[in-house]
């Protein structure tokens, strides 16, 4: 069918170049198709001709998508990450993107020019957090009154339990955030402390960092890993470009 073989321009992430640029080849569901970039004034937007159609953020294709990014990033030290599957009918309809963009890149390009994201998850250790809550007297003060009662009398009890840990754990993140997250803050141009994923995370943060500072940042972060290491798991991640720090809208405006 003729829909089977229209094909559109997906773009990956823009960036701040006067030169037309190409950045290899990807391999897109079984397909090699050529990068290549649509450019208005000192912006471009690093993009392929695809297939035209809906593509899902399965684990290949967003792979795909992640590693054109950090190619570009090791060619040019100014890139807008783009989210993953966006599609357009023309490179024309992304040259017009791109111009409604331009005034948000404009503004964008120095305060990312030369910086990276990196990621830091700290994860509590099953025992210590465990610890942590039960050797808390007042928790083993309720813990002994819902003990002695049926379920139905201590379900009040139960409810307050689980505040009781909730507070300790709360608390937890807080020391987590001043021994961690705040030194590592200082060293960044700008941080993000993220909404924690799941019942044991301590700290989801992002950090923006000058790619020159970026062993100097390595190395804080070993620092804290080293006091840490007892009681929690680090996951650091990076470079990246800078996700967490960029809100860019993708529509063209009507006209």
Same mark, same amino acid.
């Given at each position: 069918?003729?829909? #089977?073989? +229209? ?6 992430? &823009? ?8 950045? !290899?080849?990807? /391999? ?75 005034? #948000?890149? +404009? ?6 020019? &030369? ?8 994860? !509590?250790?099953? /025992? ?8 808390n007297p007042e928790v083993e003060e309720m813990a002994q009154t819902v003990r002695g009662k049926s379920e139905a009398a201590g379900y009040y009890d139960r409810i307050k339990l689980g505040g009781a840990a909730q507070k300790i754990f709360a608390s937890m993140q807080d020391e987590v955030k001043s021994s961690v997250y705040t ?73």
């Amino acid at each position: 069918m003729d829909q #089977q073989s +229209e094909t559109g321009i997906y773009i990956f992430c &823009g960036i701040q170049t006067n030169q037309e640029g190409q950045f !290899g080849t990807i /391999d897109l569901e079984g397909e090699e198709r050529e990068t290549f970039t649509i450019h208005y004034k000192d912006a471009a937007m690093v993009a392929a001709e695809v297939p035209m159609k809906i593509y899902h953020p399965n684990r290949e294709n967003l792979m795909m998508h992640q590693n054109v990014i950090s190619t570009v990033m090791s060619h040019n030290d100014t890139v807008i990450p783009i989210s993953f599957g966006n599609v357009f009918h023309s490179k024309k309809d992304v040259a017009v993107l791109l111009e409604n963009l331009y005034p #948000q890149f +404009e503004k964008l390009f120095p305060e990312i020019k &030369g910086k990276i994201e990196l990621g830091l998850k700290v994860v !509590g250790k099953k /025992d210590w957090l465990e610890s942590r809550v039960n050797d808390n007297p007042e928790v083993e003060e309720m813990a002994q009154t819902v003990r002695g009662k049926s379920e139905a009398a201590g379900y009040y009890d139960r409810i307050k339990l689980g505040g009781a840990a909730q507070k300790i754990f709360a608390s937890m993140q807080d020391e987590v955030k001043s021994s961690v997250y705040t030194p590592l803050e200082e060293t960044a141009e700008a941080a993000k402390a993220n909404d924690p994923i799941g019942e044991k995370m301590l700290l989801n943060a992002s950090f923006l960092v000058d790619r020159d500072k970026e062993e100097a940042f390595d190395e804080k972060v070993n620092e804290a890993h080293e006091e840490w290491k007892d009681k929690v798991e680090f996951n650091y991640t990076g470079p990246w470009p800078a996700y967490n720090f960029i809100d860019i809208r993708l529509s063209v405006e009507e006209t």
